[in-house]
């Protein structure tokens, strides 16, 4: 169950801690649905984002290579915003006109759970490949880690107002396992200083009566 929780927290972290900055760069080009890229929020932006209602993001540009953010449960309920209560760093350490790779690393201090990630984003006129892995361990105890977390995902752009976007993310230790990754497959809706991200989230392994469950996010910068 401790692994568990580590995955389900490692994967929320992620939905604030990733952004593009290139000439093409729009808002929450940082990330597919909980899938980071390679890229990082550039210098002197300010990124707010509201995920599944109830989870709130920010992230700060100090360079162009380098991110700041904090992630929390709305404060509603002390106990879970505590819980919750994540800051982050994410650093672009490659980068050239098609491919980008970041690494990135998130403490959650209640818990003390620290969560570490490569990601890296390699573009196709206007498809992108996203891929990550990530690890969950204690910060006291670095060996009572959870399995290594892998992700992969594409992103299309259909108009300036519309991308395609689908992932995979596995909590296990392998992408073959089954009841232990995670698919969201929807659509990003584009406005001029944020983006609307709506879909669905089905894990796999599940049976022909279920479908999906909503998937929600708003983002704005500033």
């Known amino acids: 169950m401790q692994r568990i929780i580590l995955s389900v927290f490692f994967v929320l972290v992620l939905v604030s801690t990733a952004v593009s900055q290139d000439s093409s760069y729009r808002a929450s080009d940082n990330t597919l649905f909980i899938l980071p890229t390679g890229q990082t929020v550039p210098k002197g932006t300010h990124q707010l984002n509201s995920f599944q209602l109830f989870f709130i993001g920010y ?29 982050s760093a994410k650093y672009k350490f490659y980068s050239n006109d098609r491919f980008d790779v970041a690494a990135m690393g998130a403490v959650l201090p209640a818990n003390g759970v620290t969560l570490a990630m490569t990601s890296g984003s390699y573009s196709i006129n206007k498809t992108r490949l996203h891929a990550g892995l990530g690890l969950a361990f204690e910060f006291n105890d670095p060996a009572n880690n959870s399995p290594i977390i892998s992700m992969l995902g594409i992103n299309h752009g259909l108009s300036e107002r519309v991308s395609l976007m689908g992932e995979f993310a596995s909590l296990g230790s392998s992408l073959i396992d089954d009841a232990s990754g995670l698919f969201t497959f929807g659509a990003r809706f584009h406005f001029e200083s944020g983006n609307i991200d709506f879909g669905g989230m089905r894990p796999s392994g599940t049976g022909d009566d279920f479908f999906a469950f909503p998937f929600l996010r708003g983002t704005i910068e500033f």
């Open 59 to 87: 992230n700060y540009g100090v360079t162009d290579r380098l991110q700041l953010g904090v992630f929390s449960f709305f404060p509603l309920n002390m106990t879970l915003f505590t819980q919750s209560f994540s800051v």
